[in-house]
């Protein structure tokens, strides 16, 4: 199977199935889930980043600065698109929207559905990039990476599905709202495997731009809607939940490379 195959099948049935599992989560009406899908995020996000993607780049590049300054700018550039309300998950009103049911209404800090909707048409593009990237570096790479994407994005559809009915959408629109959102990943995986080709030098700063975005999303947009809860038990249980997260990257790299 080529590598293109491989990159296509990996992003059509990742987000397939992040849609499916987010519609079927969200329609279920089980907002209690949602923090532990966000803990799990954490560290599926982290473990990729930090275990799998990084010394990647380092031993690609052979040259840690230059991964460090693509890691540095990458963040950098994150920060400024979430500025510009073109990168953002939505998880700190997802919470507060879960968290005021108790109070009998919801919120979406006067976020419309169809922004949520660029702002993560534009964040499944990058998702594909990544993921085409990856597996172009190597396959157990790229399978990991696929994997801690499609454990951000489950979330990450919930909060996309909560935000858009909140905005007035039907559930049938706000489903084929997210297909369509989902349909850029595979976009950005057709123009990530053309254009890296074509740019094999640049892989180690692209992966360094790719732990960014990893590190960024967990650090900056999921783990501070966690302290919202600061109890003893919920803390033990988050910590568990990113380490299961981590675990699971480092199992499937650990079997993949065994296995391939």
Known sequence: MSTLAVILIATAAGSLLSLLLAAILAFSARPSWVPVLVSYAIGALLGASLLEVLPEAVQMGG???TVAKALLGGILLFFLLEKLVLWRH???EVCEAHGSHDHGHSHDHGRSGM???VGDTFHNFVDGIIIAGAFLVDFRLGAVTALAIIAHEIPQEIGDFLILLHSGYTRTQALLLNFLTGVATLIGALVGYYALSMLEGWTPVLLGLAAASMLYVALSDLIPGLHKR??????LQQLVLIGLGVGTVALAGYFIGEGH
Do not use: F, P, S
């Open 115 to 117: 922004m949520i909707t």
């Open 63 to 65: 040259d840690i600065k």
């Open 230 to 235: 600061a109890e003893i038990g919920h803390t």
């Open 90 to 92: 939505c998880h700190d």
